[in-house]
């Protein structure tokens, strides 16, 4: 027993208070965050809906094997805080949808969409990409071809 100015308060009470005044455990929007070795951001296989926060100095980012469904206009300014991205890994993900000149701006040699679930990927999504940037275009939209506009 502690005493208190209220009287005596047992330590399974102290227990009890301090478990319902601690600080509660919360799940913020923010995504884990990336493990970075030289200029590669790891961001792969960890459950993202979103693209993270990237470091500035990332050259090489890989977002494959996540749950991306969409690459937004926040998602893509997200990969613009990383000017001298060269390549990305999207591979095996859900993406139904890149914004237009997601990637404009970006130096990029290499980009990998296989195995997502884009029908059409609109030129503009494209515009300034490196031309081959995409290898096959027919193993990343098979069945499928690039819409205009």
């Known amino acids: 027993m502690f005493p208190t100015e209220a009287g005596t308060t047992t330590a399974a009470q102290m227990t009890t208070a301090a478990a319902t005044t601690a600080a509660p455990t919360t799940t913020t929007a923010s995504a884990p965050s990336c493990a970075k070795t030289f200029a590669t951001c790891d961001c792969s296989n960890r459950g993202l809906t979103m693209v ?9 980012l890989l977002l494959n094997d996540n749950n991306l469904s969409s690459l937004t206009s926040a998602d893509c300014t997200k990969l613009k805080a990383a000017p001298l991205l060269k390549k990305i890994n999207l591979k095996d993900n859900a993406i139904t949808d890149i914004a237009d000149d997601c990637f404009s701006g970006l130096p990029l040699e290499a980009l ?13 999504v494209l515009d300034n990409v490196a031309p081959n940037a995409l290898g096959d275009p027919s193993a990343v939209l098979p069945g499928a071809a690039l819409a205009e506009g």
């Open 52 to 60: 993270p926060d990237l470091d500035s100095g990332c050259k090489t």
């Open 112 to 124: 990998f969409l296989q195995n997502n679930d884009l029908a059409t990927l609109r030129e503009a």
